[in-house]
Nanobody, 118 residues
Framework: QVELQESGGASVQIGGSLRLSCTAS?????MGWFRQGPGSERTFVARFAEIPVYADSVNGRFTITRDKGQNTNRLYLQMNNLKPEDTGVYYCVAGPSCYDAARFWSFWGQGTQVTVSS
């Protein structure tokens, strides 16, 4: 069992930046981020096992990084040039393998709200 806790969500203006963090209680081979906009399903944003992988909609604007220290396992998402369509609840995910589909991920955080507006 891996418990995940996200932080860093906020309301920002169009073109602004945010950095999300996720702290994991244990090790997982693959970690990533999904988001869920109003009235939408959860969609893949980025993931990181050996290399970072991004959804087309965020590639070039978002950067996922991972800190695998001896006693820490943290995941970050640096989000730049934010757009209104980036609005949603951002979830940290973890599991023994990497997937683009939400249904295959084993562990989920509670989510952190990101709102982008003018």
């Amino acid at each position: 069992q891996v418990e995940l806790q996200e932080s860093g969500g906020a309301s920002v203006q169009i073109g602004g930046s945010l950095r999300l963090s996720c702290t994991a209680s244990g090790y997982a081979y693959c970690m990533g981020w999904f988001r869920q906009g109003p009235g939408s399903e959860r969609t893949f944003v980025a993931r990181f096992a050996e290399i970072p992988v991004y959804a087309d909609s965020v590639n070039g604007r978002f950067t996922i990084t991972r800190d695998k220290g001896q006693n820490t396992n943290r995941l970050y998402l640096q989000m730049n040039n934010l757009k209104p369509e980036d609005t949603g609840v951002y979830y940290c995910v973890a599991g023994p393998s990497c997937y683009d589909a939400a249904r295959f991920w084993s562990f989920w955080g509670q989510g952190t709200q990101v709102t982008v507006s003018s």
